[in-house]
C-alpha cells in the first residue's frame, strides 16, 4: 500500500462550495451519417408515395366512392363486432382455460390441456370451414336426454349456427386457447408471498385468485391481450371463406362483380388501419389503469384519493372546508 | 393458545422439523431463535397451515389444524374450512407481501370486508384507527410502492390486526429492513406484546425477546436445543450451541 497524501476533500470546501459552478457548454458530437441516411431515407420515401399515388390503376375515386358506402360501412360493424365479440369469448374462456390448467384438480388440468392442445393444433381458417359446414356434421340439433329418445325441442343447425355465429365459435374458441396461455403467463408473474399473505388473511383461493392474483397479472397480461386484439381484427378477414358479411366479404363480393380489384382491397386496407390505431391509443389507457400502484404519478394522487374517501364518509365536499 | 406435539416436516428427503414440542399459552410471547435453516420459519409456516405437517400435531385455539379427528381417523379440511382456521391467525411475511394494487387502508380493509364480511365503513374506520396506532395516519392512501420498508411492515402488522386475530405469528419481521427503521417495526411489536396479544415471534433480535418474551426457544437442526424464560436462555445459556449462536449474534 503506498502512503501518499490523506485521502478526504480540501479543508476549505467542507459543506460544499458556496456558489454553482458555470454550466458545461461543450460543442456535441456531430452525426454525419445519419444526416445522409435520413436525406436517403426521406428521398426513397417521396419517390415511392410520388408512383403510387400517381398511379393510375389505384384509381383514387374509386376509392372514395367505396369508403364510406352503406354495404362497406356494414362490413365494418360486422367486423367490429366478430372482433370484440371473439375477443370477449377469448378472454372470459382463456381466464377461464388458465385457472383450470393451474388447477391442483387433475380432471380440470387435463381438460384444459387437451383444449389448448386441440385449438392451437389446427389453423384457425381450417376451424372457421369447420363451424361454417357444421351442419354437415350433424344436420338438426336437439335438446332432449340422450339414448331414450326424449325430445323436449330441436331445430335446423343451419339456423342455430348461421354464419355468424359460425364465425364467432370459430375465432372466440380458437382466442380462449391463446388467450388461455397469455393469463396464465400472467398468473404465474405474480409473487407467490402474494397468495401466502391472501390465505393467511383467511381469504379462500377463489377469492384470493379474483382479488388478489387477477388484478396484479392483469398488469403483464393487458400488453400481450392488446396485441392479439389488434391481431384479431385482422383474423376477422378470414371469414369471408364462410361469407359472415364481414369488412372483407363485401369487398371481396364487390370486386367479383366490378374487377376493382386493387381500389377496394385498399378501402378494406384504409379500415383495418383506422381501428388498429383506434386500439393502440386505446390499449395505452388500459395499461394505465391495471398499472395502478406501479406508476410514478401515485404519489402525487395520493392527496386526491384521501379527499375522495373523506368526502364519500361524511358526504360532504371537503373542498367548501 | 398454540399446542404442538411431535411436529415433524420433510421437503423430500430432509427433514426440516424433527418432532418439535412446545406451548404457547394465551396473552404470551414466545421467541424462537437460531441460526438460518434450522426450521425456525418452516415451523411458523406449519403452525397456520401455510406448509402441512408430516407427523405429529398442531393445535390452534384448542382446534387440531387443517385435520378434523373423527374417532381414530384424521379428515383432510375442506379449503373452506382451513380458510376459516388461519382467519383467527395473523401473520407478518420477511418481505410484507402487501398487495401492490391497494393502499395501505384498502390492505387493511380488504380482509374484514371480504372475508368477515364486515359493513365497508366499519371497516374503513378501523383500518384508519388502526393505521394511526402504528404511526401511519398520513399514509392511508398510499400505495405501498411508496412506503419505506418500515411503514410496509407497520402496515403488514395492521392489515393482520385487522382481523382481529387470537394469534399472532411474525416471521423475521425487521430482517429485510435498513437498520434505522429497525426500531419502528420492533416498537409496534413491544406495544402488542404489553398489550396481550398471543405472538409467536422468529427473529434475530435478541435484544426484543429479553424486553417482552415470556419464553424463547433456540431451534437448530430441526430440533429445539434449548428454552425457557430470555433471562435463563439468554444470559446463561446451558447447551454449547446456544452460546455460539448467541456469541455470533451479539457479536
Known sequence: MSKGPQPGIDSQNVGGSSSRPEAIKAIPIRHWGRWIAAAAIIFLAFALTYSFVRNPHVEWPIIWHYLFKGLILRGVLVTLELTFLAMAIGAVGGTLLAVMRLSKNPVLASVSWVYIWFFRGTPVYVQILLWGNFAILYPRLFLGLPFVNVVFASADSNRVIGVFVAALLALGLNEAAYAAELVRAGIISVERGQAEAAASLGMSPGLTMRRIILPQAMRVIIPPMGNETISMLKTTSLVAVIAALD????????????????????????????????????????????????????AASAEKRAMKRLERKTGVDPGVF | MVKAEKVWKSFGKLDVLKGIDFVVYPRQTFVLLGPSGGGKSTLLRCINHLEIIDAGRLWVDGELMGYREKGSALHEMKPRDVSRQRAKIGMVFQRFNLFPHMTAIENVMEAPVRVKGVDRRVAEAEAELLLTQVGLQEKLDVYPAQLSGGQQQRVAIARALAMKPKLMLFDEPTSALDPEVVSEVLDVMKRLAREGTTMVVVTHEIGFAKEVADGVALMDGGVIVEHGPPNEVLVNPKEERTKAFLSKVLA
Open chain 1, 247 to 298: 369488412l372483407m366479404t363485401r369487398v371481396t363480393n364487390l370486386y367479383s362483380q366490378n374487377f376493382k380489384i386493387f381500389p377496394l382491397l385498399l378501402v378494406a386496407c384504409i379500415w383495418y388501419m383506422f381501428f388498429t390505431t383506434l386500439l393502440t391509443i386505446g390499449q395505452r389507457y388500459l395499461e394505465a389503469y391495471f398499472g395502478k400502484g406501479f406508476g410514478e404519478k401515485e
